[in-house]
Structures are given as C-alpha cells and as structure tokens.
C-alpha cells in the first residue's frame, strides 16, 4: 500500500508496547502479508531491562521477531532511559513548535477503508495457506476452518 519508511514512539514499555509492535509478526508471520517491520523505533522508558517492565528487552530486540527491521536495530531503534511523564510534553512542544516540523496532517482515518481493502485482498489470496493453519492434531473432528476463515 504505502512505500515510505515505518516510524513508532513507544512511550513505556510492557504490554502497550508488546501490542504496538505485534502488528509486524500477526501480519507477516501468521496471515503471510509481507512485511519488514518497524524501520524507526523510539521508546521513552525509564525501567532498565533487567526487572520485566520493558518484557525484557528495548524495542531493537523485536527484530529477532519481526516486529521492527534489522535496518532499525542497527541505525533506527534508540532508547530513551527517562521518565515519558516528565520528557514527552517538552519534546513534543519543541517538535510542534519549530517551523521546519508544519507539515500537512495525513489524516490517517480518511485511508481506513483502503487500508482495510488492501489487507482483506492480502489474506484473501493467502487464504488457502490460511486454512492449512487452521486444521492440526488433536483439533475437534467437527471442526470446519472454513467457518472461522471468511
């Protein structure tokens, strides 16, 4: 659909981020939409990695997933060691505030529909791959795939 380049802010860490990011592998891994991941990611968090409140690791790691491009991971994927309360509003006031930042609003909602189109004829074509997924041992022999797939 789109061409440009994939840029995310995480603000914290945990599950929100975990949710964010899960969008990559759902897409490219279970309903075979090809996709590369996120090329820049930023998170503000002021947790180390070592207790769990980051799920372990910084965004960069997602590569090992899907969820962000290897290309970010080396150029793109910076932590932010700080408290997203106490930064976030200053950043985003200097990012608003300087000239060189106006741009005209993508409106985002306008392209749902579109979106929604390119991404329903995706998993249409992949549907029979899709359903090879959907029938495993042990599943219920009245189970239909076909009546879950649409």
Not at 26 to 36: A, C, G, K
Request: with cysteine; net charge neutral; proline share 7%.
């Amino acid at each position: 659909m789109g061409s440009g380049r994939l840029a995310i802010w995480i603000l914290g860490g945990g599950v929100p981020k975990n949710y964010t990011l899960q969008g990559e592998p759902l897409l490219d891994q279970i309903l075979f939409v090809p996709t590369t991941g996120f090329d820049i990611d930023v998170q503000f968090c002021v947790d180390p990695v070592d207790n769990g409140a980051l799920s372990s690791c910084p965004a960069g790691e997602g590569h090992t997933w899907g969820k962000v491009s290897v290309e970010a991971v080396e150029a793109g994927s910076i932590y932010v060691h700080t408290d997203v309360t106490a930064v976030f509003p200053w950043l985003t006031h200097a990012l608003l505030s300087d000239p060189k930042m106006k741009r005209k609003p993508k409106r985002l909602l306008d392209s749902l529909d579109d979106a929604r189109s390119f991404l329903d004829k995706a998993v249409a074509k992949n549907r029979g791959e899709l359903l090879k997924t959907l029938r495993f041992p042990g599943a219920a022999p009245k189970h239909d795939p076909e009546s879950v797939v649409r």
